[in-house]
């Protein structure tokens, strides 16, 4: 073999070498971005499903307040055509969601964006402050066994609503169905609407954020 032949060779094999290396390097990126990516619809995937149950647990907590109210009509009209009649509340009342679990839950994720994370921060707030004016309006010394069920209802739904933009932000970059949260969405909605149609002109009957004032709540003359 001469000189040149053999310098050909060798040329031609550290060419080979160099685009076997480029190709190694090129997969290994893609295989990385796609890794990345799957996770980061993973990620997204999973905090759209927390906020999704957190949204179905304030459903849940809705109706087991309406259920409760009418259970007790129910039993103060048995009472008063019966007054020997012993009746026994059925009905477990469930805990108020928490929406701290979405607080814990995206610490472990990598891959969720600072802006949905603020995102998830201020509808936190939003929440807990609702929460607190929500909690005032039960107190109040007027307020009967309807008016509670009312304020519950209120604030419980107003909480689901300061959820809903964050989960479909979640959604869409997790690329789930939205059919179901857009199916809650109208019933809080609605639910809200009621509300506000039943109360009139009088925003004591509604929790501060619904109101078209910010006058603190009073007792009905």
Request: aromatic fraction near 8%; hydrophobic fraction near 30%; include cysteine.
């Given at each position: 073999?001469?000189?040149?032949?053999?310098?050909?060779?060798?040329?031609?094999?550290?060419?080979?070498?160099?685009?076997?290396?480029?190709?190694?390097?090129?997969?290994?990126?893609?295989?990385?971005?796609?890794?990345?990516?799957?996770?980061?619809?993973?990620?997204?995937?999973?905090?759209?499903?927390?906020?999704?149950?957190?949204?179905?647990?304030?459903?849940?907590?809705?109706?087991?307040?309406?259920?409760?109210?009418?259970?007790?009509?129910?039993?103060?009209?048995?009472?008063?055509?019966?007054?020997?009649?012993?009746?026994?509340?059925?009905?477990?009342?469930?805990?108020?969601p928490s929406f701290s679990r979405l607080l814990e839950a995206i610490k472990g994720?990598?891959?969720?964006?600072?802006?949905?994370?603020?995102?998830?921060?201020?509808?936190?707030?939003?929440?807990?402050?609702?929460?607190?004016?929500?909690?005032?309006?039960?107190?109040?010394?007027?307020?009967?066994?309807?008016?509670?069920?009312?304020?519950?209802?209120?604030?419980?739904?107003?909480?689901?609503?300061?959820?809903?933009?964050?989960?479909?932000?979640?959604?869409?970059?997790?690329?789930?169905?939205?059919?179901?949260?857009?199916?809650?969405?109208?019933?809080?909605?609605?639910l809200i609407k009621e509300q506000i149609r039943e109360a009139g002109e009088h925003d004591y009957l509604l929790i501060?954020?619904?109101?078209?004032?910010?006058?603190?709540?009073?007792?009905?003359?």
């Amino acid at each position: 073999m001469d000189e040149n032949t053999q310098n050909g060779l060798t040329t031609s094999l550290s060419v080979a070498t160099t685009v076997i290396a480029f190709a190694g390097l090129a997969w290994n990126m893609l295989t990385s971005t796609t890794e990345a990516r799957n996770k980061k619809s993973a990620e997204y995937d999973k905090l759209y499903s927390e906020l999704v149950d957190y949204i179905k647990k304030q459903r849940d907590y809705i109706e087991c307040s309406q259920n409760r109210l009418d259970f007790i009509r129910y039993a103060y009209s048995q009472k008063y055509n019966n007054e020997k009649l012993k009746i026994i509340y059925p009905l477990g009342m469930k805990e108020e969601p928490s929406f701290s679990r979405l607080l814990e839950a995206i610490k472990g994720m990598e891959h969720i964006s600072k802006k949905t994370r603020q995102s998830i921060k201020e509808a936190s707030r939003k929440i807990d402050e609702i929460k607190k004016s929500t909690a005032i309006c039960v107190k109040e010394e007027w307020v009967e066994e309807e008016q509670h069920t009312n304020f519950t209802t209120q604030g419980a739904a107003s909480c689901a609503m300061a959820a809903f933009d964050v989960a479909q932000s979640a959604r869409k970059k997790s690329g789930s169905d939205g059919r179901d949260l857009d199916h809650h969405r109208e019933y809080f909605e609605n639910l809200i609407k009621e509300q506000i149609r039943e109360a009139g002109e009088h925003d004591y009957l509604l929790i501060p954020i619904l109101r078209t004032t910010n006058r603190s709540p009073t007792s009905p003359q």
